[in-house]
T-cell receptor, first 110, second 112 residues
Framework: GQSLEQPSEVTAVEGAIVQINCTYQ??????LSWYQQHDGGAPTFLSY????GLEETGRFSSFLSRSDSYGYLLLQELQMKDSASYFC???????????FGRGTSLIVHP | DTAVSQTPKYLVTQMGNDKSIKCEQN?????MYWYKQDSKKFLKIMFS???????INETVPNRFSPKSPDKAHLNLHINSLELGDSAVYFC???????????FGSGTRLTVV
């Protein structure tokens, strides 16, 4: 089976940088995705890493190390609107369909 | 607007009833999905479907069934609703199987 571990909650102040880690155990790994979900809203796709390294999209970056079964989402210049839940998701095995982690609640303080 | 739209947004119903949730996407994606999100925000895949293949999560009770009249629609039918079915159900679609999902706004189902 698959398992993903990510912290349940992270807090930071406006303007800071925060890193949300995700470790996974799986077979036949295809890629690691990140999604953002505000309370009462739908998950929104942020980024995808299929190969090792860093992918940058504006204030958000995502990193993957396949040898370490580890990835992270880096959020820079935090804004209050970044307060949300962040999910890592791993696609692997024969079904290709991502399995989601249990989410990290990011709380940004002024 | 290009999007995944699902209706209704809220659904309150009694135990034992049968209900349906509709989903439509105009993104031209080949694959659609249904996810269930419980009160602890755990997102669990229920089904994925394209015009070639239906993949069912084996843990989903057979009271749940997807119906796809065409590539742009994937409806969810639930028979004999139970209290434990209360959750938020999200429809999603993607062009690639493993990333870049676009989610609908969700249907909050409450079984009383």
């Amino acid at each position: 089976g698959q398992s993903l571990e990510q912290p349940s909650e992270v807090t930071a102040v406006e303007g800071a940088i925060v890193q949300i880690n995700c470790t996974y155990q799986t077979s036949g790994f295809y890629g690691l995705s990140w999604y953002q979900q505000h309370d009462g809203g739908a998950p929104t796709f942020l980024s995808y890493n299929g190969l090792d390294g860093l992918e940058e999209t504006g204030r958000f970056s995502s990193f993957l190390s396949r040898s370490d079964s580890y990835g992270y989402l880096l959020l820079q210049e935090l804004q209050m609107k970044d307060s949300a839940s962040y999910f890592c998701a791993v696609a692997s095995g024969g079904s290709y369909i991502p399995t989601f982690g249990r989410g990290t609640s990011l709380i940004v303080h002024p | 607007d290009t999007a995944v739209s699902q209706t209704p947004k809220y659904l309150v119903t009694q135990m034992g009833n049968d209900k349906s949730i509709k989903c439509e996407q105009n993104l031209g994606h080949d694959t659609m999905y249904w996810y269930k999100q419980d009160s602890k925000k755990f997102l669990k895949i229920m089904f994925s479907y394209n015009n070639k293949e239906l993949i069912i999560n084996e843990t989903v009770p057979n009271r749940f069934s997807p119906k796809s009249p065409d590539k742009a629609h994937l409806n969810l039918h639930i028979n004999s609703l139970e209290l434990g079915d209360s959750a938020v159900y999200f429809c999603a679609s993607s062009q690639e199987y493993n990333y870049g999902y676009t989610f609908g706004s969700g249907t909050r189902l409450t079984v009383v």
